[in-house]
């Protein structure tokens, strides 16, 4: 069955294989306008706009995990890259890394943001998924601009919140369609994801495991994960809490150099 096609830029002198990048929710791939900026000279990226965002926006009806890494693959395979670093943050680390256990063959590296295996016990399944139906219900009843205001004002998000830069964060997620981030909820919510726990364990590539200090919750999940990994590092940013790369994007920048040119 065909389905629409994700929106996807490249960056860079496309003479070497990109790092590819996959925002979280409510994003788009101009999240990572500052990484590729400090990273330019040395890295070609290729970023995505995942299904409901950005220039993506309205196509997601059908995009769960696997047509959803399918067609990351596809995007490789039009750009002519065989192989190359695959980083997620948050909803992008899952799925980046639910396509690298799909497909990992393709990846040479995997750089997981504040991002989870997937939810392991029953009970924490239904609460996941209690918690995303009631996310599905505020975004029918509220406005665009109250639903970010209330995701926002989440324990999660209170250093993001103290952030010169966060107006204008929160002014980009406001473009976003209510609709079509329920559908995404649906579709790529955690609730709805498979464990990855055990898969993860045979993969081979290096995963690199990033979590900000100030970000409690998935400084412990991050933890949990790196012990699974066969190769698997775990890197803390400082001054940052969940969205490490938008707080602190100099450190976040300094490890990627670390882990895939091998700068210090």
């Known amino acids: 069955m065909n389905f629409p096609l994700l929106h996807a830029e490249r960056f860079g002198s496309q003479r070497t294989p990109p790092v590819l990048l996959l925002h979280g929710f409510l994003g788009s791939l101009n999240d990572w306008d500052q990484v590729i900026r400090l990273l330019n000279q040395d890295v070609d990226f290729l970023a995505i706009d995942l299904p409901g965002h950005g220039a993506s926006r309205y196509i997601g009806l059908d995009y769960d995990f696997d047509r959803t890494a399918a067609e990351i693959i596809k995007i490789l395979d039009d750009q002519g890259v065989a192989t190359c670093p695959l980083a997620g943050y948050s909803m992008g680390g899952r799925i980046a890394l639910y396509t690298a256990v799909k497909f990992p063959q393709r990846f040479s590296h995997l750089v997981l943001e504040s991002c989870t295996a997937g939810v392991r016990e029953s009970q924490e399944r239904q609460y996941r998924l209690k918690f995303e139906h009631e996310l599905c219900q505020k975004l029918s009843s509220m406005s665009m601009p109250e639903f970010i205001n209330d995701w926002y004002n989440a324990g999660l998000f209170d250093s993001l ?78 001054n940052s809490g969940h969205n490490t790369h938008f707080e602190n994007p100099e450190e976040f920048c300094n490890v990627i150099k670390k882990v895939l040119l091998k700068k210090e």
């Open 161 to 238: 919140r103290q952030h010169a830069r966060f107006n204008e964060l929160v002014e980009a997620r406001r473009r976003n369609d209510p609709a079509s981030l329920s559908r995404v909820v649906h579709n790529l919510g955690s609730g709805h994801m498979p464990s990855l726990w055990h898969p993860m364990q045979h993969l081979h590539m290096p995963i690199h495991f990033i979590y900000g200090e100030r970000d409690d919750t998935y400084k412990s999940i991050a933890a949990h994960m790196v012990r699974q990994a066969k190769n698997g590092s775990l890197y803390e940013i400082c």
